[in-house]
Structures are given as C-alpha cells and as structure tokens.
C-alpha cells in the first residue's frame, strides 16, 4: 500500500549539520522531509510508521571525482603498480582503452554498472569526468545525479591549439574543465577556468611526486612519458613551481577550484589554497593503490580548507564505496574526528556540487532519499566510529 506521509523511526538519526538524535525519527512526504526530531516529539503525526530498529538513519553520500568512463578498464585495479610510478600507471591505462576504443557498448554497460553499485553504496550525486561527450548522458533517468565534467587536454604546441579551438566549439551548456597541470597548457587551463566562470572547476592537482619533479625542472619520469606520446616538451615553458604554486601564477585558484588528490602540497600551499578559498577532493583509496603517498588532510583542517571525497575510477581503485574510502582515510589519519570524516562524504560534498539544499543533510525540505544504515552503535559517539570504519562491511537500505 502506498502512504502519502511515513514516519521512519531508528535508535539514531544523523541529521548531518546537527547533532544526533538518539530515539530519532524523520517525517517525509511527496519526496520531502517534512520534519527531524526525537520519536518523543513526532509520534503524535498521521503517518504510517516504519521502525528501523538497529539501524542509523543518515543522509545519502555524494562522490566529488569518479570517472565513470574507465569502468570498463576494471582489471588494471588487480595489480598495484610501481610505488608512485604514475607516469607508468597512465602508459598502461593508455594502452588498455586502446584497446577496448572498438567495444563501445561495452564501456557504456560497464559505466552504467559503476553507476548502479554507486547507488547501491549509498550514493546520491556523483562528480564524474569524462572525455567523451556523449558520456554527459550517463546519468540519465537514474537515480544517483551525474554531474559531468569533460576534461579536455593538450600541453603545448599543436596540442594546445587544438584543444583550443575544440573548446570553442563546445556548446556551454556542457560543463569542462583540465585534466591536469602536466597534460594541460596554461593557456587552456586558463580558458577553461573563464569558461566555468561561477561553476564548479575540478583538477587533478599534486597527485604524484613525478608531477612536482616535473613542473620544477621539466625532466623526469613524466616528460620522458610525454616525450613517448609526441609531445614537443621542449616547447612547454617549464614554470619551475609546484603545482598549487603554479595554477595560482594562471589565477585560477578560487573557491569554486577544487583540487583533487593534492597529496603532494607543503605547508605554504596549504596556506595558499585557504587564502584562495579552494576546496580539496581525496581520494585516499585511489592513493593507496598507486602508493603516490598520503594527503596532509589534518593541516588542511586546521586551516579550514573545504574537504571531500571521491572515489576515482575502477582502473585504480578496486571498489566505489565511500564507506570504504572513510575507513581507509581513518586509517591513514586515526586523529581525524569521525564526524569531520562523514560531513566529508555527505554534507560538504553536497555543498560542493550545489546540492546543499536537497542533499548531505536531514532537515525539513530536503530530499527523502537517505539511508538507513545497520549499526550495532550503543551510543553517539559509537554511530561516526562505525559509519566511517565499517568499510564495505555497511549494509543499507534506501529511505524514497
């Protein structure tokens, strides 16, 4: 039978810009929440009841970086490569959608699929960059909301310029942005900054040591990468900076950027990213299997840095679970505060993606899609430590 309004009842209830309600419950109707509160205070209203006993009721996730374009490369996530060698990594992820370039259909049912078990692991919205236009449309119709980003590249010379005037062609309702400062020139990344204006502007940034060595002198690991790929290094005027450092010296640090990864930063760039008001992306499961080293997450914090999560791609992470990428984030961080970790995953995400009114909260006028969460938690401080170390041993239901 189909209900009007529903009175979901659960011993905790995570309203996610609040505190805990033990004995909570949460009151919805038409796709909304009418209502957050204590048991106590909401039994009284003319609703069926649903007891979710043993279980948290939380809101829904959100992904700030996947590509979900990659899912059908799934099998270079079986064997990590070389610590750090993420000029090697990409040699082979290369070679690989060259390979699967014909098996169009494929990747497109592998994409949907990653999007399905996106949904299955709670999430809710998901960042997700592609270098296909007709990727936009992944999401279509499905109930975990794509937000697509098409990342253009072209360091230098003839591939600059093209990228260029392809830019230009790009109708603006199709959101872009730069893949990275190693592969995409300043002139580009700078054009495509003007061109997200006001909207959100993901970057891969200081993901590897490789990356530093390379913008600080031009050499190593990745120009002898792109030296392979025909790319006239020679002609890329070498910054001499660190990454942070050098998309500043572009002006195209600012609160929309979001810097994704940034493992690689020093304390002055932190500094620099606060005073821009840049917002980080981690995306600590991914770090690990490339072994690129660990984000100073607790830096970032203390000097206010906006912080989310992501998963990446299935090509360097073995699942898409955000539950998981807390765990792993607490491992590599156990100072981290539970609930710092959560709002990573759920209400700053949503923040971040211009969702904070629908998503990552449980409040009135927010959307009715959260989670109820098995959790054998006695106590509030009990409820963090389980939802962000549980991992992918989360078992869930969806509230709709």
């Not at 710092?340 to 923040?351: K, L, W």
Request: hydrophobic share 45%; aromatic share 6%.
């Amino acid at each position: 039978m189909h209900y009007s309004r529903y009175l979901y009842r659960a011993p905790f209830v995570v309203p996610g810009n609040a505190q805990i309600i033990p004995d909570g419950a949460v009151l919805t109707q038409d796709g909304l929440v009418v209502a957050v509160g204590s048991y106590a205070e909401l039994q009284g209203c003319d609703a069926h009841l649903e007891d979710y006993e043993g279980h948290v009721i939380t809101p829904a996730l959100v992904n700030c970086h996947a590509h979900l374009e990659l899912s059908c490369l799934a099998e270079l996530n079986g064997e990590c490569p070389a610590p750090g060698d993420m000029s090697g990594w990409i040699r082979g992820l290369l070679a690989a959608r060259a390979e699967n370039s014909d098996v169009v259909e494929d990747a497109h049912t592998a994409a949907l699929m990653a999007l399905a078990r996106l949904y299955a692991g709670g999430c809710r919205a998901v960042a997700d960059i592609g270098n296909r236009l007709e990727s936009r449309l992944l999401g279509a119709g499905f109930k975990t909301e794509v937000l697509f980003f098409l990342e253009l590249l072209g360091l230098c010379g003839a591939a600059e310029e093209s990228a260029l005037a392809a830019l230009a062609g790009i109708d603006y309702d199709v959101r872009c942005t730069a893949h990275a400062p190693y592969s995409t020139g300043p002139r580009l990344i700078q054009a495509l900054k003007k061109r997200a204006s006001n909207n959100l502007f993901p970057m891969h940034v200081a993901e590897s040591a490789q990356e530093i060595e390379f913008l600080r002198t031009g050499g190593g690991a990745f120009a002898d990468f792109l030296e392979e790929r025909g790319v006239p290094v020679a002609t890329f005027a070498t910054p001499g900076l660190s990454a942070v450092q050098y998309l500043d010296s572009l002006g195209v640090l600012d609160e929309r950027t979001l810097c994704v990864h940034a493992v690689h930063v020093e304390d002055e760039e932190i500094s620099l990213l606060a005073a821009r008001g840049v917002a980080v992306c981690l995306c600590p499961g991914s770090n690990r299997f490339m072994g690129v080293g660990v984000a100073p997450v607790q830096k970032m914090l203390t000097q206010g840095i906006p912080i989310v999560l992501g998963t990446d791609s299935l090509a360097s992470n073995q699942d898409l679970s955000l539950w998981r990428e807390m765990q792993i984030l607490r491992e590599d961080h156990p100072a981290l505060l539970p609930e710092a970790v959560f709002a990573m995953a759920s209400v700053n995400g949503a923040r971040l993606l211009g969702a904070g009114g629908r998503l990552g909260t449980i409040a009135a006028g927010v959307s009715s899609s959260l989670l109820a969460v098995r959790c054998p938690a006695k106590n509030e401080v009990e409820v963090f430590d389980y939802l962000t170390s549980a991992g992918t041993n989360i078992s869930l239901e969806w509230l709709e």
